[in-house]
């Protein structure tokens, strides 16, 4: 069997545009590196509320805590960009370690480069034992105490958005008892880059087929006996209508036959 369809005026090709809806990123969790400061010892015990230096209290610190008698160690780091004492701090940002040595305080600074689409709904969860202070680009998010062990969420803070660049996530962790802790997860949400997809029209090449045949289709630009060139694997029939389709791209005129080769 040889049948010969028509030739076909094709449409021209589309480009649109496809964007997922916005998904989830982590930015922040326990194996990201940061800049990380261990040197401040004991130099704020006692100083104030925020470093108590004996008992577990549950406390809220909706102001930021003096730091002043350990400003030598921590430098400008509450900057937005930060200016870290290099004997102080570490030269490039390591893994922050989970334990540090009880009662102590630590700081961490973790970069966080953010695309130009920027990041919405930005959520900062932390568990911490026993104390913590959170700034953003040196604005203080908040502080808070508990005791117990390190939970992570039960300290979180959030900003709506991130502009594009780099900003700083700045935390200080406090420690009074016998064991320290720290887990932290940072997310925020961002749309997808946009795909560039093309929309081609397609032509649809339908016969009635036999069961148990098998047929080929072919195509051809022209009815010349030499343009004809098989267009996809032989196709085998069932009885009812079947159907290939075609990509048709930027062609003005497409001619379709399907031979009958069993």
Known sequence: MKTLF???SLGL????????????ITLINNE????????IGTLLNGTSSAFPELGDPSL??????????????LGAWLNPSPVLPPQYWTPIPVQVPRKWPVGTETAIVYPIVVPSGGYRNVTMRFGVDNGIFVWLNGQYLGGHMRPGIAILGEHEFAVESLPGGLH?????RE????????LVEVTAET???????EVSVAVEVSWNSAPGGLYQVQRATR????????????VEGDGSRTSVFDRTGDLEYQFYQVLRIR
Do not use: I
Not at 168 to 172: G, M, N, S, Y
Not at 175 to 182: I, R
Not at 223 to 234: K, V
């Open 168 to 172: 700083h996530l700045q935390v200080l």
């Open 32 to 39: 990201t590196p940061a800049y990380y400061n261990g040197s």
């Open 223 to 234: 009815l010349n006996p030499s343009a004809w060139h098989n267009h996809g694997l032989p």
């Open 60 to 73: 809220d610190f909706p102001d930021p805590p003096d730091l002043s008698p350990a400003q030598v160690v």
């Open 6 to 8: 028509k030739p076909l």
């Open 13 to 24: 090709s589309l480009l649109v545009c496809l964007r997922a809806g916005s998904v989830t």
């Open 175 to 182: 420690d009074h008892g016998s064991t320290a802790d720290y």
């Open 191 to 197: 749309d997808p880059a946009p795909v560039l997809a």
